[in-house]
Nanobody, 124 residues
C-alpha cells in the first residue's frame, strides 16, 4: 500500500506557473504507475496526466503542451509542472497511484490510491 500527499497548490494569475508535488510513502514507489487528476466545483473528476513505471507519459488534450508530469525515484515524488495556466484550470488536483503489471488506462477508476488533493486557483 502507498500513501500520497500532494503539495504546491495555490493562487496564481492567468499565464502563470505552478509545480505540484506528490510525495509517496513506502519503499516500492518505483513499482507504481502515477497519475494526476483534477476536479472543479460541480464537475466530475478529470484524469489529466500519468507517468508509467517505465517513464511513458500521457496527457489529456486539455493540458497537453502546458503541463509536464515527471517522477523522481530517489525522492519518491511525482511532479506536475503547470505552465500557461488558465482560469479553467482552477480545481482541486489529486495525485494517484496504481500497481498494475501494465500501465493503467487514463481513467480515474484504474487507480487504486489517492491523495487528499491540493487546491489550484487561477485568477483572470
Amino acid at each position: 500500500q502507498v500513501q500520497l500527499v500532494e503539495s504546491g497548490g495555490g493562487l496564481v494569475q492567468a499565464g502563470g506557473s505552478l509545480r505540484l508535488s506528490c510525495a509517496a510513502s513506502g519503499r516500492t514507489f518505483s513499482s507504481y504507475h502515477m497519475g494526476w487528476s483534477r476536479q472543479a466545483p460541480g464537475k466530475e473528476r478529470e484524469f489529466i496526466a500519468s507517468i508509467s513505471v517505465s517513464g511513458s507519459t500521457y496527457y489529456a488534450d486539455s493540458v497537453k503542451g502546458r503541463f509536464t508530469i515527471s517522477r523522481d525515484g530517489a525522492k519518491n515524488t511525482v511532479y506536475l509542472q503547470m505552465n500557461s495556466l488558465k482560469p479553467e484550470d482552477t480545481a482541486v488536483y489529486y495525485c494517484s497511484a496504481a500497481q498494475w503489471f501494465s500501465p493503467p488506462r487514463p481513467l480515474t477508476t484504474d487507480y487504486d490510491y489517492w491523495g487528499q488533493g491540493t487546491q489550484v486557483t487561477v485568477s483572470s
